[in-house]
């Protein structure tokens, strides 16, 4: 094999490794993004689904807030056993609605409060003061300004909820003003573990709750006349993990939060996030899937953001069965394919190699024949710089070869031929060409620089190849040969010409030793 050929067909099985890698690799990451675009289209429809229940919760807070204060402002009196008897039946249809609760300004209440039953349950310690007005709420500071809550449906466990439910609607109030419809208050813990502070971090406990509140609708305060509930709000407790689905909570890889939409005075703050570490999976490989969606209406105008990492147990695993299995196949078909393709291709360049190597190489010696001496002759001859080399060429015949045919054979002969060979081709440089002309006959090309043109040097490396006897059959024989030189560009400038006057020398030196002999 040749290296520019080996070269070639190296570059052919790369090249089709490659294709095929690629053919395969653009089928698995079709196949990922056709997964990936389930799980997306999958997660849209989810998210359209938890947002949908966000809205209509978020509506069902607002309409029973409403239809409690309208209630309470219809009655003729206050009727607090009333007013319980209709949130208990609100919650008893609605499980989401967590507590109502009455507050109002402490003049106003009077002996509404039911204080003995308050101080029971631990509401107390507060200073109660008479306020005149809502504005005065924002005159003063939460330690001594307060509108305690006289009504709570149902009854918080602890004194410390009731407390932080207190401190929670007045920190509100105190901050955005008397509101005009419904408003609500920063979002903070509640549960059993929540203390008097109620922390409004945004750590995603399931606790987190916000109050809802609104003033309560009076039909004779329109008319100026001093209605049943002055200075008296409505308020509702939302726990934040009732506006979502209960089981998205428990879903691996999910996370959500809640943030107030984003007003022209004010950017959208963070309210409350939740999130669940996703299942062992591909998550490097599917990334992840983020919405946005608007939740609610008026004071609960939320922005629900949902992001999720899909894990191993939310993939379609009959898909990617079917994908591996294909992806498989191809790599054996893949295998199979370029191995019968190489195959082929060595064969082909084998076949190629064989007829090029009978078509310019000596079949017995292994040495360049007459038509590759050709072809190199013609391209130094093309390349040749005049100015600073030359080329030399040496015709040798072998003398004293025939006796050795007569007398032990051709196969002697050859095996003679075969040796003379060896010995020529190690006299000369690598890049020189030593061909066989036809039986006996040699030829060697090689270039010299102009100015160390040395033809003694030619000679005597011939010579050299026969200072040593052969052995035919064990046995020494002697053998010479008859040199004729001749040099390009000063002998001849066409290889025809250069042969034919280095054949001359040569003859005429074989001329003159036969004499001799």
Same mark, same amino acid.
């Given at each position: ?79 607090? &056993? ?41 509401? +107390? ?54 509101? @005009? ?93 939740? @999130? ?16 946005? +969606? ?67 190489? &000596? ?26 080399? +030359? ?113 001359? +020398? ?12």
């Amino acid at each position: 094999m040749y290296q520019e050929d080996t070269h070639r067909i190296r570059f052919h099985l790369l090249k089709r490794i490659v294709l095929w890698t690629l053919f395969i690799g653009a089928v698995l990451l079709l196949g990922v993004k056709s997964e990936h675009d389930r799980l997306h289209r999958a997660f849209v429809e989810e998210v359209d689904t938890i947002a949908r229940h966000s809205v209509r919760t978020a509506k069902t807070f607002d309409v029973a807030l409403d239809g409690f204060r309208q209630f309470l402002g219809l009655l003729p009196a206050v009727n607090l &056993d009333a007013a319980r008897r209709y949130a208990a039946t609100l919650r008893s249809h609605y499980p989401e609605l967590q507590l109502f609760a009455i507050a109002q300004s402490t003049d106003a209440a009077g002996e509404f409060a039911d204080r003995v039953r308050l101080r029971q349950i631990g509401y +107390r310690g507060l200073r109660l003061v008479s306020l005149t007005s809502d504005r005065a709420i924002m005159a003063g500071t939460e330690e001594h300004f307060r509108l305690p809550l006289i009504f709570t449906e149902p009854m918080p466990d602890s004194g410390d909820q009731l407390l932080l439910l207190d401190r929670q609607f007045n920190r509100a109030l105190a901050a955005q003003g008397a509101p @005009g419809g419904r408003r609500l208050s920063e979002p903070f813990v509640y549960g059993a573990a929540a203390g008097e502070q109620g922390s409004v971090g945004d750590d995603g406990k399931e606790g987190k709750a916000y109050l809802l509140y609104a003033p309560i609708l009076d039909p004779l305060a329109a008319h100026g006349v001093p209605g049943t509930w002055p200075q008296a709000y409505a308020l509702l407790l939302v726990k934040m993990n009732d506006l979502v689905p209960a089981a998205l909570l428990q879903r691996p890889g999910w996370s959500l939060q809640f943030s107030s939409e984003p007003r022209a005075e004010q950017p959208g703050r963070l309210l409350w996030r939740h @999130g669940t570490p996703p299942s062992p999976g591909p998550n490097s490989l599917l990334g992840s899937f983020h919405a946005l +969606r608007a939740i609610g209406e008026g004071a609960q105008s939320l922005t629900l953001q949902l992001s999720y990492r899909p894990g191993w147990r939310d993939l379609d695993h009959q898909f990617l069965g079917l994908l591996l299995a294909l992806v498989l196949s191809l790599v054996i078909v893949a295998k199979r394919v370029i191995s019968f393709s190489h195959r082929q291709t060595l064969g082909d360049f084998k076949e190629r190699s064989s007829l090029y190597q009978q078509a310019h190489y &000596d079949q017995l010696t292994g040495l360049p024949n007459v038509n590759l001496l050709m072809d190199r002759l013609e391209r130094s001859m093309a390349t040749l710089d005049g100015q600073r080399e +030359r080329l030399v060429l040496a015709y040798l015949d072998l003398d004293q070869f025939k006796p050795v045919n007569d007398r032990w054979g051709h196969d002697a002969g050859d095996q003679v031929l075969v040796e003379v060979a060896q010995r020529l081709r190690q006299q000369f440089r690598l890049h020189d060409t030593v061909s066989r002309i036809h039986g006996d006959e040699f030829i060697v090309l090689l270039s010299m620089p102009l100015a160390h043109v040395d033809i003694d040097s030619v000679e005597q490396k011939v010579v050299a190849a026969f200072d040593a006897p052969f052995l035919v059959e064990d046995q020494p024989v002697q053998l010479g040969a008859s040199l004729g030189i001749a040099v390009c560009p000063t002998d001849a400038r066409d290889p025809e010409t250069l042969i034919s006057v280095a054949d001359q +020398r040569m003859y005429q030196l074989k001329g003159r030793r036969a004499p001799a002999a």
